[in-house]
C-alpha cells in the first residue's frame, strides 16, 4: 500500500509539473511552481483526476491544476465541445449562447469561453450580464442556438464555479452527446486550445430575452385567471443570486402586488455575506427570509439559490409557524394543482405525462395515477427529464421535479426553473387563501388521501482521492453484502443501477433496469420504506436518500404521524452507522 501511495504521488507531481511549460501563463506556472516548492497538501488534490462532467455539469474550487476550475480547464472544455459541434453538426455557422452567474470570476470566464467558441467561428450569444440559469435553457431554443454554456456552481460554496452544457433542445447534454463531447474533451492536450478570439462573432444580448423569458415563465406558472394574488403576501430573497434579476419582475406581471425583499440579499455578491451556504434547501439560509415574513404576517417565503434553478419555499403550518416545505413536498402539491387544472380544461385524454427521478418520493406517482396520468421516472438530475420531452415528442409533458428543490413547468424551459415554478408555488397559495385553506392544508389533503410521506436526505463529505476512494467502497459494501432488513423490516428489492438489474432478494429473481447505468443502489422493503445511495456528480459527498410512509386518517393527526416517521428514519440512520 505504501509503495502504491508513494507511486502515485510520484505521478502526481509529474502531472502537475507539466503546467510548469510554456502552454501555461506566467501566472499559473508561478501559482503551480509554488505549490511544488512548498509541498503544498492540496496538489495531490489539484492533480489525482481531472473534472469531470456530472449530474450537473462540470464543477469545483477555482485554482490552477486539472482537478479545478481555470482558464484551462474550461477553455479545454470549450475547444472540445467546439470541435464535437463543428464535427456532428452540419450548419454554415454554428451558433451558442452564454450566461453566467453572480460568481467570482463568472463574467471572466464566460468571455473566455466566448473567445475559444469565437476562435473557432461559431457565433455566441453572451448576455450583457448575470442571468439566471432556467434564462440560458430558454435562450437556446429562442435564438436557435446548437448548444448553450451557463457559468455557475448552483449552491457551491464561493470558492467554487463550474460549467453547464446545453443541447439544441435547451437540456443539459444527455446519451449520446455527453459521452461524445467528454470524449473530445479528453483527447484534447492544453496546448491545442484555441485562444484567439474573433469578437466580430460575438453579440451582446438581454432586454428583449428577458421579455421573452418572463412572459413565458407567467404564461406557465399561472393556474387560473379567476385568483386573488392581490391578497397574498410574498416575501422573496435572492440569496445575493441570480433571480432578483427575473423573479420580481416575473411577480408584478402575474399581478402580486404584496411583495416584499429581503434587502440585504438582494445585491449579487460571490461572497454570499449573509448565510453560510446560499442553499435554499437549508432554513439557516432562509432565517432572514423567515424572520420578515413572521414581523409582517407574510403567507409564503420562497427563496431561490444563486443561479435560480432551484427555490426553497415556506408557508405557515396548521398553528400559523412558518415551515419550509422539502423538495418532494413541494414537488407534490405543485403537480397536484397542475394536474387539477389541466383536467378542469379537459385536456387530460392518457396522452400526458408527469417527469420524476429515481430519488424523488413515489408519492408524485401516485398523485399522477390518481387522475389516470403516466409518471416517467429517469436517472438523478433535470437533464433526464429534458430528456423525456425529447423521446416522447407525441406526449404532453405536464410538469416534473425531483426532490432537490427544483420543479420544471411545461416545457418551454428544459431545466429547472425557479422563476415558473417560483410563480405556481404562489399561485398554489393564492388560491388556497381565498378558498380558506393553505398551501400546507394543500399537502395535509394530499397526505390523507394518499399516505403520509417523509423524506430525508443527508449528505456524507469525504473530500480529496482518499474520500473518493472511501465513497466506493460504502457502495461496493452495500452493493456486495446488502441489507437484508432494516428497522424491522424485510428487504424485498435492490435495485443497482450500476449493474442495470433490480434483484428480489426474497425469491432471487433479476429485472432489468431500462435506465442507462448510474452508480446508485435502492433498497425497498416489504412495507415501501425505501433507501437510496449515490455519490454526488458535483460535490464530495455521498448521499443517503430515506423515504418513509404510513397511513393519515386526519390531518389532525399530521403532527403525531410525522414525528413518528421521523423516529423511524433517525432509527435507520442509526442501524446503518451513518450518524
Aim: aromatic letters at 8%.
Amino acid at each position: 500500500m505504501h509503495l502504491k501511495k508513494k507511486k502515485k504521488k510520484t505521478e502526481i507531481l509529474e502531472k502537475a509539473k507539466q503546467w510548469l511549460s510554456s502552454t501555461f501563463d506566467a501566472e499559473t506556472q508561478q501559482e503551480i511552481q509554488q505549490l511544488i516548492d512548498t509541498n503544498a497538501p492540496d496538489l495531490a488534490d489539484r492533480f489525482y483526476k481531472d473534472t469531470e462532467f456530472g449530474t450537473g455539469g462540470m464543477r469545483g474550487v477555482m485554482g490552477a491544476g486539472t482537478n479545478r476550475i481555470n482558464k484551462y480547464t474550461l477553455g479545454r472544455a470549450t475547444q472540445g465541445l467546439s470541435n464535437y459541434l463543428i464535427k456532428n453538426v452540419q450548419k454554415e455557422q454554428l451558433k451558442v449562447v452564454i450566461a453566467y452567474d453572480c460568481r467570482h470570476n463568472s463574467k471572466k470566464f464566460a468571455k473566455l469561453v466566448a473567445d475559444v467558441f469565437t476562435a473557432n467561428n461559431i457565433k455566441v450569444f453572451l448576455f450583457e450580464d448575470l442571468r439566471a440559469t432556467p434564462e440560458l435553457s430558454f435562450a437556446v431554443r429562442h435564438l436557435d442556438c446548437d448548444a448553450g454554456i451557463v457559468l455557475t456552481a448552483s449552491h457551491n460554496p464561493p470558492e467554487y464555479n463550474g460549467y453547464k452544457v446545453y443541447w439544441s433542445d435547451g437540456g443539459q447534454i444527455v446519451p449520446p452527446h455527453d459521452n461524445g463531447i467528454i470524449s473530445t474533451v479528453k483527447a484534447i492536450d492544453f496546448s491545442e486550445i484555441n485562444f484567439n478570439a474573433n469578437d466580430t462573432l460575438i453579440e451582446e444580448i438581454g432586454k428583449s430575452v428577458d421579455e421573452a423569458f418572463v412572459n413565458g415563465a407567467v404564461k406557465n406558472g399561472s393556474l387560473s385567471e379567476n385568483i386573488d394574488r392581490k391578497n397574498l403576501k410574498i416575501v422573496f430573497t435572492s440569496l445575493h443570486g441570480t433571480s432578483i434579476v427575473s423573479v420580481p419582475e416575473a411577480l408584478e406581471k402575474a399581478g402580486y402586488t404584496d411583495v416584499h425583499i429581503v434587502e440585504e440579499q438582494r445585491i449579487p455578491d460571490g461572497d454570499f455575506p449573509t448565510v453560510k451556504s446560499p442553499n435554499p434547501e437549508e432554513p439557516e439560509a432562509l432565517k432572514m427570509a423567515t424572520d420578515m415574513a413572521n414581523k409582517i404576517g407574510a403567507d409564503i417565503v420562497i427563496g431561490t439559490d444563486p443561479d435560480c434553478d432551484r427555490l426553497g419555499v415556506a408557508v405557515r403550518d396548521v398553528d400559523g409557524k412558518m415551515k419550509l416545505m422539502n423538495g418532494n413536498q413541494t414537488m407534490v402539491v405543485m403537480t397536484q394543482f397542475l394536474l387539477k387544472k389541466w383536467k378542469e380544461e379537459g385536456r387530460i385524454n392518457g396522452n400526458q405525462f408527469i417527469g420524476s427521478t429515481i430519488v424523488s418520493t413515489e408519492l408524485v406517482n401516485k398523485i399522477a395515477t390518481n387522475f389516470g396520468v403516466e409518471t416517467k421516472v429517469g436517472l438523478t438530475g433535470f437533464k433526464w427529464i429534458a430528456k423525456m420531452i425529447q423521446d416522447y415528442k407525441t406526449m404532453d409533458f405536464i410538469g416534473g421535479g425531483e426532490e432537490s428543490f427544483g420543479y420544471m413547468v411545461g416545457d418551454f424551459v428544459r431545466d429547472k426553473d425557479a422563476v415558473t415554478a417560483t410563480l405556481l408555488a404562489c399561485e398554489v397559495a393564492a388560491y388556497a387563501k381565498q378558498n380558506s385553506s393553505s398551501f400546507y392544508k394543500e399537502l395535509l389533503a394530499i397526505y390523507v388521501e394518499n399516505n403520509f410521506y417523509k423524506e430525508h436526505l443527508i449528505a456524507i463529505v469525504k473530500e480529496g482521492m482518499d474520500g473518493a476512494a472511501q465513497i466506493q467502497q460504502i457502495l461496493s459494501d452495500m452493493r456486495n453484502n446488502p441489507l437484508t432488513e432494516i428497522d424491522g423490516e424485510r428487504i424485498a428489492t435492490l435495485s443497482d443501477y450500476n449493474a442495470s438489474i433490480e434483484k428480489n432478494l426474497i425469491t432471487g429473481k433479476e429485472t432489468n433496469i431500462k435506465l442507462p447505468k448510474s452508480n446508485v443502489l435502492i433498497y425497498q422493503t416489504e412495507n415501501g420504506t425505501r433507501i437510496a445511495a449515490r455519490p454526488s456528480g458535483t460535490e464530495p459527498k455521498i448521499k443517503f436518500y430515506f423515504s418513509v410512509n404510513t397511513p393519515l386518517d386526519i390531518s389532525n393527526n399530521a403532527e403525531k404521524i410525522e414525528a413518528e416517521l421521523d423516529a423511524k428514519i433517525q432509527r435507520i440512520i442509526k442501524e446503518m452507522k451513518l450518524n
